[in-house]
Structure formats: structure tokens, C-alpha cells
């Protein structure tokens, strides 16, 4: 009778919030002596990493980081890095890391906009990371990762990583937090219309990202993980908590080259990585000298971007076993997969990678992963044709953006988070990603606001007005394409618009081809961008 | 901020409550064509099912049932079974299953007890369903399972589970509970000690034991999973939710012997498969010419009892790989597991058949799994000696007992649920049960394990099954009485095998008394001790 099912409390025994802390807890508890990260000539065994991490806590405790508190972080894919997806949460406080490659300007923004009490960084980024504390009038304490095997850099004031693990508490006391839908991560997206926009992740989703992967990914226990992925974009993944849950070695590297990635798979039997299709185009453009060959099966996730078939097809052929996934930094990333079918195992290798270039079907964590029709919101036929918009309801949806209940509303006020991405649903259910609904440019994995590009054009005298649209590219997938109009009588060039550029904003955001023509216009005045991108990608297709 | 990431509230788009339904409706759209269930000459492909379910959900509702209802079902591990896993919760009502083979009386109780508004039964069990409805009142409709593959028996009225399919709506709308907590099953216990209790299961439990399961168990996609173990016991170790979440082929049969297994494993390319060590036992014993090779790998979960190392060693020697797993009706099944150590690979077959007998260590959903000292509540020692009671904390921990608020006081207050069971842990922290707590031999004032003498007497050639419980003596307070199952034709006697097991273990612990018969057990195949206790008591009276 309902009454009598309804009549039990939830009690400490039988309602533990999910967390993915507790992963930590239980691997260090059952694998004390395993190596859980390599990095260069450090070795960290799960309790060393328990200890440190503890320890650190202790530190930020002490220095008054706690409940809702957020700790800003801009590090490179470090030990450092990993455990402070550990210490941060520990202490009740959220984890904002945030994207090394941005300039100062953006970096204080954030540093502002999250409330950041602390802010811990890698010396490589001191530069940046003065620059933007000074803009923001300096008033932030900052621990200081000197790395021996880093590029070096400045400290910022005394204190360091390593000395406030040192006098941390190796017996710090913790507990899991009170509410599974407390507040984890932040993290930033790349504002691809203006500001960018702080993601909310809680321990909740975390807990059942890291749940749904292994079975998803076929993920066996002491995965040897290379961590290619930087741990800034949605906390890599997750996969520094899913990692935990499956007692991994993880293997950190500051360098994602083919020559170096294929050196670590060698040296230390990697079996699993990760990486925007740029890193599997990396591995295929790898000169065969430099090539160690696989001893077994290494399986790469990837995601970012849909990979280019004959990419794909050459990776496979290298001997890795590929599988594409998609998501967004607001669903703590990949929500759907390419899974493999039976029936896919008789086609040709080139077959196989067209179908392994859709985004596929929903995670197991993940409850609905649709296409719909914009206008009305049903499901759109399953005949690979008609066009709708990516829709996504599930546990791994975020909170919300941080500070701003208008975005948040507009993002999931319908009953799903609307990705902003147009696909279509094949016969077999599978999607794939046909266009980008905002202009979105995808270059190495990094999202470039093409309204930000445009913005830094803009400020330039000579320009009158400005486009730009990705331009498909062999190395990066795809890069920033300008087409301006200059005034009359301007001597700007293409190199000059560049550095221009490139003194205004983060490097890898510049425009890598500039195009001086008359814009094509609709009758109102609006540029038409799809003539752009047609044109770019004749550019191309000329010059490749 | 801390306000600022509270100011968030939970929506349709990023909060969902976990339930396993969720599993059918993701499989039966990725893998519509896929067989899912495979019984006798009957083949459903996961489409199939989705449309049976319904239709069977919608003829459920139509008969009135609804959100917190009981429906009770008495059945054979047939299809019908496991659809009745997804039928029963999608109408908002909780599944009862009960024990097939509890004579009429317990089964009125529980009919009674449980506020039952329906029963479906296989006229296999119509016999003992009548005279359970009879004591009763007959109040209650029933929907009968007629199995052209079953033994036969009368219906009970005239409604057919197959009717109800037939004039079902494919197209019945459901949706997932409004709350994961919500009740989704019922279960009684064995009820050694006196009425059997209610344990209550809610979605949000059997979830997470489902995303857990596969992590443990390194399952893969499509296992071809051959259901030995009964539906009916902690909804079959909640593999029928597990098994939809990996997209498995599930076999389903009646009949559990050896030759029966090998001949499904060999029809149907079966991978894994679960089941009480008295399974393991049938394997071992089955006569070589019965026995048909394994093709490959089938891995077993094994649960109910420690399983004898000697028996864990012969059906290693078969091929098979045995994962030992503890839990209880209580904790939805399975919550720690024998977790396969890489240190172990160098040991010799008996070492690692004795190590694998052991308990473990917490599953990945399991949030604690203790052993703590019964007065102080504190875990006890590291060292492989010191006695204390395992305890259990997390979300596969059981609502509490229907309508029985004073047990579920008990069994749940202190923080974790309290197994009863008693165990040390070893200095790698596995937990090895020793013994229930009240199968504690107390001679002389020395403990003795039952389970140990048990091991022992399982050394021997002879014997095909033993249980040891306590039997009152004059001098020693208590002392061990053994009953053994012997091979056919063995000339064992009492005095050699009381020989045998001094060879093998301090004095005190051997058997004073041994008597040879066919060994009392449970529909799970559990020996029932307390039919042997009263046994061992008569026996003691007699001579005294």
C-alpha cells in the first residue's frame, strides 16, 4: 500500500550522496600500493595520492577555503592538476580550472566573474596569470606549482604547491558532501557570443559521468590512461574521477605531440587516452621513424569535433581502436557515443569510419539524447535527412551558468539542455552533426567565438567590417577565416591584420587566413555567412 | 559564492530520478533486433519485449493497478519473470516475487502481509497458490503463466498472462517515478528466525547496483548471460536490470543441474552466469561424458555462501573464472566482491582458490563495507584474527522491512545496516566471513567456525557437501557437529573422516560428531541450518 512504501526515512545507512570523492577513498583502500600517476621521473602510488591530497585540503582549509568557496586554477596536465580535483572538492569548495591558452583580459574576467578566493597556477603561466590579477587589483593569494620539469616561469609571492602539502595535515578529516546536488566544478566556456559563461557541474553528475563511462567505453579495471586531454575542458572529460573509480595508471604529460604520445604509449603501456580528432591527426602524421609500434590494443575516445573519416580510417589502420563521442562543456562533456555495431564488423574499412563520424546514441547516464524540430520540439523522423537541433535531459546536465538565471533559463527551460548543434537521425537512430548553429569555429579542440575574432577586427582602424567562418584544415580541423573590407586607400595587409590580432587575443584565435573582398549582404544589411564558409572552403580544398 | 551556487533549482532538463526502466527503453531503441531472452523455442529480440512489457504494463493498469500497489508473482526464472521486472514498476507498482518453493501457509502470510492486489503465477505453483488464496479468503485475481515447456497445472481462473499481452496497448505511455526513492520491490526474507520480513528496494538502489555491476565484474556489451540463479532472490541479484543495461542476451531455464548448464552453455554461447556455490558443486560433479568443452571463457558470480576453496579450485580446473560476491536480501544483493589481485597471479591453484573465498572488498557503489567491533561500533584490526560484525552503508541499503518500523530501527539505526554476519579482515583489508553470528561454535570458550571445519571436511575426497553447526554438550557448552553428503559408494566413516579433520586442524575445532544424510536446503540453495541446529539438539538430548 502507498502509505507503507512512503513511510521511510532516509537514514545514514541507506542514503549516501552520490559523490565521486568516495572513488578516491575506496581505490586508495583496496590498491594502497598501485602507481596511480606517472609524470616525467614522478611516481605516485593511490595512497601517496591520498596523502597528498588530504594534506593539500588541510592547507586550503587553513587558509579559508571552504563550503561554495571557488579555487581558480591554471595548470597544465600535471599531478598537480589531478589531485586538485580531489583537494578542492574535499574541503566543500568548487573547482574553476581554467583554459591556459586564454589571455589576461579573459583570465581576470573569470577570476572576477567565479568570486575566486584563490587562485593556485602552474609557473609556466605566471605571466598571464600577474597580468590578470594586476588588472583585477591584486587582491587574490596565490600558491605557486613550480614544476622541475615545467618551462619555468616567475613565482607569484612565496607560496608554493609543495610547501603547503608539506605542513598539510596527513590525517585531515573529511566526509562526502551533505548534498549530492552541491556544487563541484566551474567551468567556463569560450563566450562564443561575448562573455564567457561559468557551467555548474554537482557531485551528482560527476559521480554518474565516471558511472556510465566504463561501461559505455568497455572500460576494464587498471586502465593505463594517457592524459591528453586537457583536464581544464570539463575536467577532462571527467575522466580524472572516472580513472579513480577504475584504479588506473595515470600517465600526465605537458606535451601532446605524435612523437611524444606514442614514446609514453610505448614506455608505459598505455591502453586508453583521449583527444579532439587533432591528437589522432597528430598520430597519422607522425613520421613512421618516430613510430613505436603498438605492443597491444590502445582504444582512443574522441570527441571536440567530428573527426574526418579518412582520419579515422588512418588511425584505425595504425592500430588503435577509435570511438567518437560528443558533448558539451555544459553536459561535463560526452553524453552520446558512436557505439559499434555488430552489423558494422562486414563493411569496409572506409564504411566503417563514415559511421564511426556520427555522434551515435546516448550514454548510459544519459536519459534522452534527441534531435528535434526547433519550432515545435518533437523528435524529428529517423530518415537522415530532415535537420533539428540537438536535445539532452539527464542527470550530467548542468546546474546552470553561474551568475546568469536569464542563460540559464533560455538553456533549459524546455525540458532539455538545447545544444545550439544541428544533426539528423539516421534510419538506426544514430545522430549526426550536420552544421553548428552559432558560429562556432573548432580549432584543435578549442571552441573560437567567431563574434570574438570579428570584435578584435573591428578595433583595427583600417577595418570596416568583418566575417569570420571557420576554414576546414588538415592539421587543426578547422581555423578562423576573415574576409574584411578595408577603407579606402588602406595599406593593411594580411600579415598586419594577423599581428594585430595576435596582440589582441589569445594566439591560436587569430585569424589564419585574411580575405579582402566586399562582403556579400541579404537585402537587410546581415552578411551571409554561408557564402563565407562556401568560399572557405574553396580556399581549402585550392591549398591543401 | 556559496549563495550563489544554491541559487540553482533542479528541472526537467537536469534532474532526473534514477530508475532501471531507464535500461529497456535506451537498449530496445539502440538494439531493437537484438535477441534479448532466449527460453526453450521461444527467441524475444529487445523490441520485443519493450512491445510486451507494454502492452502487459497497459492490461496491469486497466485491472486498477497503480502508483504503490503490490503485485505478487510466484514463477519459474521464465521470460515472463523477467518482463514482469519492467510491467509491474512501469505501472508506478512495486513487484513481489516470491519463493517458488514455500509451502501454502508462508505464502498466504506474505500475500497477506504484503497487500497484495493481484497475483500472477505459473500453474506450475498453482497448487500451492490455490490453497494460499484459499487460507486467505480468495480475495484475490490471478493471472496465470501457462508454459507449453512447464510441467503443466491447472489454472486458477481464467485469466492468462498471455491474454493480457494480446489485448494490451503497444502503445501505453509510462513514464520513470516522479522520485528514485520510490518503492520498486519487495522481497521477503527466508525468515529463519521466526516471519519472514519485507525487505523494500526503491529505483534509485537498483539503479546504481546496476551501473555498479558491470564495473566490478568487467562486464562487456552483449554478455550472453544464462539465468541460473532465481528471479525471485533479490530480483536474481538484480541482474535483470543489469542485464537490459548491457544490451545482454539472457537464457532463461527451469531446470538447474549440471548437465542441463553445460548444454545451455554450449547451445547458446553463454559468458556468465551467477549462482550459489551448490551450483559450482553440480559443475564439479557432473559426470565427464555430460560435460560438454567450453568454448570460451565463462566467467561465474557466486554469492549465497563462502563457497569451500576445494570446490572454488575444481571448477577453476573446468575453465570457468569464479568471482566470489557477499551480500544479503537486504542490500539488494552483492556489495562486496573477491576482487581479483595482480599479486596473486604467481600463487598456486589452492593458494588462489583460498584467497577467492574470501568476501573483499566493497563494490564501486558500495559507500562502506566495514567490519566492526559489535560493542564499540569501531572497524576492527587489520590482522586477519580479530571477530566483529560486517556492516554495510550506501543506496543499495534496503528501504527498511514493510510495516515493520521497530526491525527496520534495529537493522538500520547505527549508521549502516547490520549484516549479522561475522568476519575479520585480513592486512590487504579483504573481510573473510567466519560465520554467521549465530553459527559461532562456542566450545570451551573458544570460537570455532563452522565455515572453517566446513572447509575442511570439503578437503576430502569423499565428500560432496558438509554443514557444521553447533551441537549443546555437558563439558564444552557446545561442541561441532558435522552432516555430510558422501559420493555414491564411498566407504567413509564417521571415525576416518573425524580423522581426517584432526590431520587438518586443531583438535579442539574438529567434529565430535558426524552424521551422514542428504543436507536440508533453501529454493536458492541455501542449507538450512536451523533445521540441523534442531537436529544437533535432538541428537545431543538423545545421548545425553
Redesign the interface.
Known amino acids: 500500500?502507498?502509505?507503507?512504501?512512503?513511510?521511510?526515512s532516509?537514514?545514514?545507512?541507506?542514503?549516501?550522496p552520490?559523490s565521486p570523492l568516495?572513488?578516491l577513498e575506496?581505490t586508495a583502500?583496496?590498491f594502497p600500493d598501485r602507481t596511480a600517476v606517472i609524470y616525467e621521473d614522478r611516481k605516485y602510488t593511490w595512497s601517496e595520492v591520498l596523502d597528498r591530497v588530504k594534506r593539500l585540503a588541510s592547507g586550503l582549509k587553513a587558509r579559508g577555503i571552504g563550503?561554495?568557496?571557488?579555487v581558480s586554477v591554471m595548470a597544465a596536465n600535471t599531478p598537480e592538476l589531478f589531485e586538485l580535483h580531489y583537494a578542492v572538492p574535499l574541503t566543500g569548495a568548487?573547482l574553476n580550472t581554467i583554459n591556459t591558452r586564454l589571455e589576461p583580459e579573459t583570465v581576470a574576467y573569470i577570476l572576477d566573474h567565479s568570486?575566486a578566493r584563490l587562485v593556485i597556477a602552474d609557473t609556466a603561466f605566471s605571466g598571464v596569470v600577474s597580468k590578470a590579477l594586476e588588472l583585477n587589483g591584486n587582491t587574490l593569494p596565490v600558491i605557486n606549482i613550480k614544476d622541475a620539469d615545467g618551462p619555468g616561469g616567475d613565482l607569484i609571492g612565496a607560496q608554493t604547491y609543495e610547501a603547503v602539502i608539506e605542513n598539510g595535515d596527513p590525517d585531515f578529516c573529511w566526509q562526502g558532501p551533505d548534498d549530492e546536488?552541491?556544487?563541484l566544478a566551474l567551468n567556463y566556456t569560450s563566450g562564443t557570443s561575448g562573455r564567457p559563461k561559468g557551467v555548474?557541474y554537482h557531485h551528482r553528475?560527476a559521480y554518474?559521468m565516471a558511472?556510465?563511462t566504463?561501461?559505455a567505453w568497455?572500460?576494464?579495471?587498471?586502465p593505463v590512461y594517457l592524459y591528453t586531454v586537457p583536464m581544464f575542458h570539463c575536467n577532462g572529460w571527467c575522466h580524472a574521477w572516472t580513472m579513480t573509480?577504475?584504479a588506473a595508471t595515470i600517465v600526465c604529460t605537458r606535451q601532446v605531440t605524435g612523437n611524444n604520445v606514442f614514446k609514453l604509449i610505448s614506455d608505459h603501456g598505455v591502453t586508453h587516452l583521449g583527444g579532439a580528432p587533432i591528437v589522432l591527426s597528430m598520430l597519422v602524421n607522425t613520421p613512421d621513424e618516430d613510430r613505436t609500434p603498438l605492443n597491444g590494443k590502445v582504444k582512443i575516445m574522441t570527441a571536440g569535433a567530428p573527426p574526418p573519416a579518412a582520419i579515422l580510417a588512418a588511425t584505425k589502420a595504425l592500430g588503435f581502436e577509435v570511438m567518437q563521442v560528443y558533448g558539451l562543456t555544459e553536459t561535463y562533456g560526452h553524453v552520446s557515443q558512436c557505439?559499434w555495431r555488430?552489423e558494422w564488423n562486414d563493411l569496409t574499412s572506409a564504411e566503417q569510419a563514415e559511421l564511426q563520424s556520427w555522434q551515435g546514441?546516448?550514454f548510459?547516464?544519459t536519459?534522452d539524447f534527441d534531435v528535434v524540430n526547433r519550432e515545435s520540439g518533437s523528435p524529428v523522423p529517423w530518415d537522415g535527412s530532415t535537420q533539428g537541433e540537438i536535445v539532452?535531459?539527464?542527470?550530467t546536465?548542468?546546474?546552470?551558468y553561474?551568475?546568469s538565471?536569464r542563460s540559464?533559463q533560455e538553456?533549459?527551460?524546455?525540458?532539455?539542455?538545447k545544444s545550439g548543434d544541428a544533426a539528423v537521425r539516421h534510419p538506426n537512430?544514430y545522430v549526426q552533426i550536420k552544421d553548428r548553429l552559432k558560429d562556432v569555429i573548432i580549432s584543435g579542440g578549442e571552441n573560437i567565438s567567431s563574434v570574438e575574432v570579428e570584435g578584435v577586427l573591428h578595433q583595427h582602424p583600417d577595418v570596416v567590417m568583418a566575417a569570420v567562418v571557420a576554414k576546414p584544415d588538415d592539421k587543426w580541423g578547422e581555423v578562423p577565416c576573415a574576409f574584411v573590407e578595408l577603407k579606402e586607400g588602406s595599406s593593411a595587409t594580411e600579415e598586419s591584420l594577423i599581428a594585430f590580432c595576435r596582440e589582441h587575443m589569445a594566439g591560436f584565435k587569430r585569424p589564419k587566413k585574411i580575405v579582402f573582398t566586399e562582403l556579400p549582404k541579404t537585402a537587410t544589411g546581415k552578411i551571409q555567412k554561408y557564402v563565407l564558409r562556401q568560399e572557405a572552403r574553396t580556399i581549402a580544398n585550392e591549398t591543401s
Open positions: 500500500m502507498k502509505e507503507n512504501y512512503e513511510a521511510f532516509k537514514q545514514t545507512a541507506n542514503h549516501v552520490l568516495s572513488f575506496r583502500a583496496i563550503l561554495g568557496d571557488t568548487v568570486d546536488w552541491q556544487a555548474v553528475g554518474l558511472m556510465g566504463p561501461i568497455e572500460l576494464p579495471r587498471h573509480l577504475m557505439l555488430e546514441v546516448g548510459p547516464m536519459e539532452i535531459r539527464g542527470n546536465v548542468m546546474k546552470g553561474y551568475k538565471p540559464t538553456a533549459l527551460s524546455e525540458g532539455y539542455f537512430g
